[in-house]
């Protein structure tokens, strides 16, 4: 995109968030209205290829036709530089993305999605319009709580039903989709009925009734039969016979008539879909892994429960105590205290009351550790809730305060700077260091926190009674002064995430009105880190056990009642990616490469940055608390009866489909 459309664009009502399509008539972005924050899908239409009488066409078309399934044009956008309809966003991409994934959609989703379409069509042939390209790309999905609805778009070659035929329009479109007499130019309703019949056969077996070049395509389509795998139920095999009559006469004469034959469908095959699918009433993967016997590199036994795991490399090369950077000599002294000059590695352990620290001179995937490891802990007078591992130290957040641990903290033998010891002692092979924690903050009420990870700043949002958001403060960590003070309206916010050094996502519930507690979705407030609104996004689902994810603008989050599915959210532009997945995870770990999740019976599964599962194999049963060290190195921590185990796994040694 060049230069100068960036800039037109910028005196507009709208600013571009991203591409995220490309159509054949022209690029279609996501924008935000500057002053509502409302994302819009921008569309613009190339003059050469969509010239200005195709361009009202369409506009007149999108603005006649108002539908829940149909996308809503709401402006039109000039410029110097380019025309832009301004029409309604839907996240969840087009159908085509969703069914071109390695993903089995529940047929129970497959027919609904049909009956809205369906549901368009009826209210535009209503209107005396023909959509004349009914696919896949053409059909967009926003997400439900409950799965998906579909909305047509892409009106650029639609006719009037009155429309005079033998124009140069007449035979465009897509050949795979396009019913017999549409070859030759010809087009009525049950064309689009044909469309949707194809589409109803691809959703269903995964493929399409007719396939090959245009010319074998036309040929298939007027001459070739149908022929219907058995693994489609005979109810919907009616359906689809139906609307792939080779004779328009023969098919199905209104989408009202194709949607009631589809939900009668629906009705009689749910006994059947409740007990083929049984684990997920959404998605699942199209193949199944084969799981990976369990493997190991080592073994410890674990004191306590264990319920966060960090895994870091040499910190303590920054710090500071009491607002004050360390000289340069204690830099020096607690690199050679920490066994510079080898890989040494930590890991952090945080139990109900205590943080504790593992070194590992020789880094934790060795398989001889160099020398005998302690477990020094440090305890709190507070339960913790999170740890946070910066350059500058531990932070730990407590129901009601936010504790500093320096590095040294966690190295018996040596000075503390600016901290008391109280009294050491050694039990059961846990050294335990009682010190006086440097508390950051404090607060009356319970209250959410995010600290940048070059603990450079802090953000909290303290909580009332009934969760209702006060403030959003930003604090600079060194100084520990305010930066920045926000009010949020929203009230029932539950989460805070920085997505980066320099921005913060506040994350919230959105309630039905009428009862103030079911929880109907989400939305997500973005701040820089002096407290700036960058953008309000709405989210259609409610949200559960946000982490952050393998891109910098990437978050992963479960869905409340849906135990195998995973939502993977491109913050910006929007993407929504609905993951099938063949475990119910408890806990789940974002690494360069991708994902690892863990079941409660240990099974682990691995997937790349965009959702596809690449491994799975047998873990431990019973994890609290997973970690991933890279690129290849897994920590798991176990409990169960009151003991447990930290297993350290090397996935290179597992036959898994990762590149390292």
């Known amino acids: 995109m060049s230069n100068l459309l960036v800039k037109e664009l910028k005196r507009s009502k709208y600013r571009l968030l991203g591409l995220v399509g490309q159509g054949q008539f022209g690029r279609v972005y996501c924008a935000s209205h500057r002053k509502t924050g409302r994302l819009f899908a921008l569309k613009e239409l190339d003059k050469e290829q969509f010239p200005t009488h195709k361009f009202l066409r369409e506009l007149r078309f999108l603005l006649s036709l108002q539908h829940p399934n149909i996308v809503t044009c709401h402006a039109l956008e000039h410029t110097r530089t380019g025309r832009y309809l301004v029409l309604d966003y839907c996240e969840g991409g087009t159908l085509r993305s969703l069914m071109d994934e390695d993903v089995r959609l529940h047929p129970a989703q497959c027919l609904k999605l049909v009956t809205d379409i369906l549901a368009g069509l009826s209210h535009a042939h209503a209107k005396g319009i023909i959509h004349c390209d009914i696919k896949p790309e053409n059909i967009l999905l926003t997400l439900q709580p409950e799965g998906w609805t579909a909305r047509i778009s892409d009106f650029g070659i639609a006719r009037l039903s009155q429309e005079i035929t033998t124009d140069r329009m007449g035979n465009t479109g897509s050949p795979a989709y396009m019913a017999p007499e549409r070859f030759y130019g010809q087009h009525s309703q049950s064309s689009d009925l044909y469309a949707v019949g194809v589409l109803l056969f691809e959703l269903l077996a995964g493929y399409r009734p007719f396939s090959g ?142 943080v504790g620290c593992q070194n590992y001179p020789d880094g934790i995937l060795a398989e001889k550790p160099f020398g005998e490891r302690e477990l020094v802990t440090v305890r709190l007078p507070e339960t913790l809730q999170k740890l946070v591992v910066c350059p500058q130290g531990c932070f730990t957040i407590a129901q009601r305060s936010i504790y500093r641990l320096p590095f040294e903290l ?161 913050l910006k532009p929007l993407r929504i990616s609905r993951i099938g997945l063949e475990i119910s995870p408890v806990l789940t770990a974002a690494t360069a490469w991708g994902y690892v999740l863990i079941s409660a019976d240990g099974e682990v599964l691995l997937l790349d940055k965009y959702g596809q599962a690449i491994g799975r194999m047998e873990g431990p049963p019973n994890p609290t608390a997973l970690s991933v060290i890279d690129p290849h190195g897994l920590l798991i921590a176990t409990w169960r009866n009151q003991s447990g185990s930290l297993y350290t796994i090397d996935l290179r040694q597992l036959e898994l489909d990762v590149l390292f």
Not at 242 to 255: D, H
Not at 269 to 275: D, H, P, Q
Not at 287 to 298: D, G, I, N, Q, V
């Open 410 to 570: 966690f190295k018996p033998g040596i000075a503390q700077h600016g901290q008391k010891r109280l009294q050491q002692g050694s039990e059961g092979g846990i050294v335990t260091q009682h010190m006086v924690p440097q508390l950051i903050a404090e607060f009356s009420s319970d209250f959410v926190a995010a600290i940048d990870p070059q603990g450079h700043w802090l953000t909290t949002v303290a909580l009332s009674s009934g969760s209702a958001a006060r403030s959003l403060r930003v604090w600079h960590l060194s100084k520990m002064q305010p930066v920045a003070s926000v009010p949020s309206p929203f009230i029932h916010l539950f989460e805070l995430l920085a997505l980066d050094s320099r921005h913060i996502a506040a994350f919230s519930h959105t309630v039905a009105p009428q009862s103030n507690v079911c929880i109907t979705g989400t939305v997500v407030e973005i701040f820089t880190r002096r407290g700036t609104p960058v953008g309000c996004l709405n989210l259609p689902i409610p949200l559960r056990q946000i982490t952050k994810g393998a891109g910098s603008h990437t978050i992963v989050a479960m869905e409340p009642g849906h135990p195998n599915s995973m939502l993977l959210i491109d």
């Open 213 to 354: 070049i245009p010319s074998e395509l036309m040929s298939a389509h007027m001459n070739s039969p149908v022929k219907i795998p058995d693994s489609i139920p005979v109810v919907l095999q009616t359906v689809i016979l139906a609307a792939l009559q080779k004779l328009p006469a023969r098919r199905f004469q209104s989408a009202s008539e194709m949607m009631v034959a589809v939900q009668s469908s629906i009705k009689a095959l749910r006994g059947e879909f409740e007990t083929t699918w049984t684990h997920s009433k959404l998605i699942q993967p199209a193949f199944s892994l084969t799981a990976t016997p369990f493997k190991f590199l080592r073994e410890e036994f674990l004191q306590a429960d264990v319920y966060q795991l960090i895994s870091s490399k040499n910190q303590g090369n920054k710090g500071f105590s009491g607002g004050k950077e360390q000289s340069a000599s204690d830099i020096e002294a607690s690199l050679l205290a920490s066994g510079s000059g080898r890989q040494n590695e930590q890991v952090y352990q945080v139990f109900k009351s205590r």
